[in-house]
T-cell receptor
């Protein structure tokens, strides 16, 4: 399967712990996006990379959140000192270069904060 | 403010009963309007991109159309396997991100 891959699929952690998620995009895609989705809502943009450069970050992305994409391949999203409000589905998408290109999504990581 | 609104929030149809879902948008400089299907516990699955008013795209029982202010996703003679949440998203000229609507939960009864 050559789609977007995300790991882990589920993560349960205690409040205050740090968590890290991984995303492997479609190989020929140089753009990679992170979104957060809560129940009954559409995905909300968090940040995106073009190759290894992080070009835009949402106001939703507090200083507890950090994303990296070393060498322009896979990406990681880390949340430090997790809070109850961080419980959500974290989705990764990738696309070819261009703002008019469709984004292709992985199946997400569901984060639950105890 | 750039915004995407989908209606209805939920729609229940009998198998074979055709209907339409609406996506209205207020953005400056539309770069593309995207339709996705999302099944429970899965990520959104790309369906269509529409770029300019008057454009139409079709796939099986689905047909998407676009005007300057809204898009419609028409579903003809739906089957139970068409049950899902359908999401609309818009890309616009002042940003590289896309904005999603809240989706329409479609349920098709056999």
């Amino acid at each position: 399967d050559t789609g977007v891959s995300q790991n882990p699929r589920h993560k349960i952690t205690k409040r205050g712990q740090n968590v890290t998620f991984r995303c492997d995009p479609i190989s020929e895609h140089n753009r990679l996006y992170w979104y957060r989705q809560t129940l009954g809502q559409g995905p909300e943009f968090l940040t995106y990379f073009q190759n290894e450069a992080q070009l835009e970050k949402s106001r939703l992305l507090s200083d507890r959140f950090s994303a990296e994409r070393p060498k322009g391949s896979f990406s990681t999203l880390e949340i430090q000192r997790t809070e109850q409000g961080d419980s959500a589905m974290y989705l990764c998408a990738s696309s070819l270069n261009g703002d008019d290109q469709p984004q292709h999504f992985g199946d997400g990581t569901r984060l639950s904060i105890l | 403010e750039d915004q995407v609104t989908q209606s209805p929030e939920a729609l229940r149809l009998q198998e074979g009963e055709s209907s339409s879902l609406n996506c209205s948008y207020t953005v400056s400089g539309l770069r593309g309007l995207f339709w996705y299907r999302q099944d429970p516990g899965k990520g959104p699955e790309f369906l269509f991109t529409l770029y300019s008013a008057g454009e139409e795209k079709e796939k099986e029982r689905l047909k998407a159309t676009l005007t300057k202010k809204e898009s419609f996703l028409h579903i003809t003679a739906p089957k139970p396997e068409d049950s899902a949440t359908y999401l609309c998203a818009v890309g616009y000229s002042s940003a590289s991100k896309i904005i999603f609507g809240s989706g329409t939960r479609l349920s098709i009864r056999p």
